[in-house]
């Protein structure tokens, strides 16, 4: 008998219909309110300041577990709608400086489409930013048959990219692909059927990373779309929530020109689109279904420009645009605005969180008057049931290294909020699709940061008050926060490169032949061995692969 779990496929993860049983919700969300009870009794205030800081943080956070509930209490089952009506189709590609090769796969595919009206536009955006390889691009889509359109500038950035594209095309129907989203020959019969509803504006479908097995980062950043574009979705689906994600997505061209194009105003245009369509009463659809393959962020540099974009935009929606307040979208519209634009503020959120048991071990004061048994009675119901509804809801396959990711990023996120807070302007950063690797160290700084702070204060609280069940409970709490936060140190720089291959310089002596050889620890027969004449100074790169084994290298003349 094969006892092995069978491994699901990301399409099979993406198109599950899953449903969470209502009990379990209900439990979840009664718990949930249960312990936000045990923060308004007043008889637990410690330090008034702290008290209100992990007050804060724990009414965000039953909000967030709350929405989560409600997103996914019922989700809408893919439903495949023929094609009644052939309409002319416009598909776009966006380029702004990405590889020929990257490009290419996604024209050629794009070309492959099996529908009978349309055309493919290459909107390259290279001239405009003076970016190399960009008449490269314009004749490879000519090559193909697509028809490049360049601009002479970069206004409005990838929105101003499309509207100008809108102003040069025609089809009632236009489809908008990134520049490495390759789309499957069957994306318009899966996702044009549903706009004989005419109120229907948008067609939305998933966005699947194919290089998710690359490294940590890729794997841990598709964990966390599949979170996204499974249950979320599907949940948003069933509330005509569903938003505009960027690509892999199908629009009408009337309702954008009713909203007045696509907005140049905010760095998360196709967001902020969507909240138009819905301020207008439109509907919007999402397929479940995976209709193109494109490529996660490859190192930390272009996943904290993605995740920046994402947060910035977002928080401009709920501190500019007030969803809540919106007569115009319906209630259950206006929860899933705050609920997706919210999750951003949980950078404040998570420094907060992380702080406080810093500050006890450092100062002596004590947020909370109560014991950690009473409070666990409350808290563990919450916790519990909402990771069970969590896991429930993925089939499992939500992962520690997703949420480690996710809260790694609260510094980039508090940052956005920061500077839509202060009004400051954020230039457009296009997400490098290359295969880039370096030292992105910087990007972690504030995570080492946080870790000094906190073994120090672990140290200190360990010498001032000995091992103490309140240094037990900071120390905890410490140590699971460095473990959340170490998700940046591991990928910010390629720690396993320096494992596996150092640079030895070495300097021949002139006219000498100089051995080397190396070996592994309690193993005579030498790995690497060679002999060489230099009159040179020369540098040589040992590759080392000794799977963890102590491995040593020996100079002999």
């Given at each position: 008998?094969n006892?092995d779990?069978?491994v699901?496929?990301?399409?099979?993860?993406?198109?599950a219909n899953?449903?969470?049983?209502k009990?379990?919700?209900?439990l979840?969300?009664?718990?949930?309110?249960f312990?936000?009870?045990?923060?308004?009794?007043l008889?637990?205030v410690?330090?008034p300041?702290l008290?209100?800081?992990?007050?804060?943080g724990?009414v965000y956070?039953?909000?967030q577990?709350?929405?989560?509930a409600?997103?996914?209490w019922n989700?809408k089952?893919?439903?495949?709608?023929?094609i009644r009506?052939?309409?002319?189709v416009?598909?776009?590609?966006t380029?702004?400086?990405?590889?020929v090769e990257i490009?290419?796969k996604?024209v050629?595919?794009a070309m492959d489409?099996?529908y009978p009206?349309f055309?493919?536009y290459?909107?390259n955006d290279g001239?405009?930013?003076?970016l190399?390889?960009?008449?490269?691009i314009?004749?490879m889509?000519?090559?193909?048959?697509a028809?490049?359109?360049?601009?002479?500038?970069?206004?409005g950035?990838?929105?101003?990219?499309?509207?100008n594209?809108?102003?040069?095309?025609?089809a009632?129907?236009?489809?908008v692909?990134?520049a490495d989203h390759?789309?499957?020959?069957?994306?318009?019969?899966k996702?044009?059927g549903?706009f004989?509803d005419?109120?229907v504006?948008l067609?939305?479908t998933?966005?699947?990373?194919?290089?998710?097995?690359?490294?940590?980062l890729?794997?841990?950043?598709?964990?966390?779309?599949?979170?996204f574009?499974?249950?979320?979705?599907?949940g948003k689906g069933?509330m005509n929530a569903?938003?505009w994600?960027?690509t892999?997505?199908?629009?009408?061209?009337k309702a954008?020109?009713?909203?007045?194009?696509?907005p140049e105003?905010?760095?998360a245009e196709d967001?902020?689109?969507?909240?138009r369509?819905?301020?207008k009463g439109?509907?919007t659809?999402?397929v479940?279904?995976?209709?193109a393959?494109?490529?996660a962020p490859h190192?930390?540099?272009n996943y904290?420009?993605?995740?920046?974009?994402?947060?910035r935009?977002?928080?401009?929606?709920?501190?500019?645009h007030?969803?809540?307040f919106n007569?115009?979208l319906?209630?259950?519209?206006k929860?899933?605005y705050?609920?997706?634009?919210?999750?951003?503020m949980?950078?404040f959120?998570?420094?907060m969180?992380?702080?406080?048991?810093?500050?006890v071990?450092?100062?002596?004061?004590i947020p909370?008057?109560d014991?950690?048994s009473?409070?666990?009675?409350?808290?563990f119901p919450f916790i519990f049931?909402?990771?069970y509804i969590?896991?429930?809801s993925?089939?499992?396959t939500?992962t520690f290294r997703a949420?480690q990711l996710?809260?790694?990023?609260s510094?980039?996120f508090m940052q956005?909020v920061m500077?839509?807070?202060?009004?400051?302007?954020s230039?457009?950063?296009?997400?490098?699709?290359a295969?880039?690797?370096?030292n992105?160290?910087k990007y972690?700084?504030?995570?080492?940061a946080?870790?000094?702070?906190?073994i120090?204060?672990?140290i200190?609280?360990l010498?001032?008050?000995g091992?103490?069940?309140s240094?037990?409970?900071?120390?905890s709490?410490i140590l699971?926060?460095?473990?959340?936060f170490s998700?940046f140190?591991?990928v910010?720089?390629p720690?396993?490169?320096l494992?596996n291959?150092?640079?030895?310089?070495?300097t021949?002596?002139?006219?000498?032949?100089?051995?080397f050889?190396g070996s592994?620890f309690?193993d005579?027969?030498p790995r690497?061995?060679?002999e060489?004449?230099s009159r040179?100074?020369v540098?040589?790169e040992l590759?080392?692969?000794?799977?963890g084994?102590?491995?040593?290298?020996?100079?002999s003349?």
């Open positions: 008998m006892s779990k069978q699901k496929t990301p399409h099979e993860i993406i198109s899953i449903q969470a049983p009990v379990f919700l209900i979840n969300i009664a718990a949930t309110i312990y936000l009870f045990w923060w308004f009794d008889r637990n410690g330090n300041l008290y209100l800081a992990l007050f804060i724990e956070h039953v909000w577990a709350i929405g989560f409600i997103t996914v989700q089952k893919t439903r495949h709608v023929p009506r052939i309409y002319p416009d598909i776009f590609i380029v702004c400086g990405e590889p490009v290419e996604t050629r595919a489409i099996e009206d055309k493919v290459v909107l001239k405009g930013r003076n190399p390889g960009w008449r490269e314009n004749s889509a000519e090559k193909y048959g028809i490049p359109i360049t601009r002479e500038n970069n206004k950035n990838k929105a101003g990219n499309i509207n594209a809108l102003a040069l095309t025609y009632p129907f236009v489809v692909f990134d390759i789309p499957s020959p069957d994306f318009l019969e996702t044009m549903h004989s005419h109120e504006v067609v939305q998933p966005q699947y990373y194919k290089n998710r097995n690359d490294n940590f890729t794997t841990a950043a598709w964990e966390q779309q599949e979170l574009f499974g249950p979320i979705c599907r069933r569903t938003f994600c960027g892999n997505a199908v629009v009408r061209r954008l020109e009713e909203i007045g194009g696509v105003d905010n760095i967001f902020l689109a969507s909240f369509f819905h301020e439109y509907k659809v999402y479940a279904e995976v209709l393959e494109g490529l190192n930390l540099e904290v420009k993605q995740q920046f974009r994402w947060a935009g977002s928080s401009e929606i709920i501190l500019r007030f969803p809540l007569r115009k319906t209630v259950w519209q929860i899933q705050m609920y997706s634009s919210s999750y951003y949980n950078g959120i998570a420094l969180d992380a702080l406080v048991p810093i500050i071990l450092f100062t002596g004061v909370v008057h014991t950690t009473s409070f666990m009675l409350y808290f049931s909402t990771i969590l896991m429930l993925t089939e499992n939500i949420i996710s809260m790694s990023s510094f980039v956005a500077d839509t807070i202060r009004g400051t302007k230039s457009f950063k296009v997400t490098s699709k295969y880039e690797a370096g992105f160290l972690a700084l504030p995570h080492f946080y870790m000094a702070a906190g120090t204060a672990i200190y609280g010498a001032k008050y091992f103490v069940p240094l037990i409970t900071n120390a709490w699971f926060n460095m473990a959340m998700g140190i591991r910010a720089y720690w396993m490169a494992y291959r150092i640079m030895y310089v070495v021949f002596i002139p006219n000498k032949i100089v051995r050889a592994v309690g005579i027969k690497i061995a060679f060489l004449l040179e100074p540098e040589v590759p080392r692969k000794t799977k084994k102590k491995e040593y290298f020996q100079k003349q």
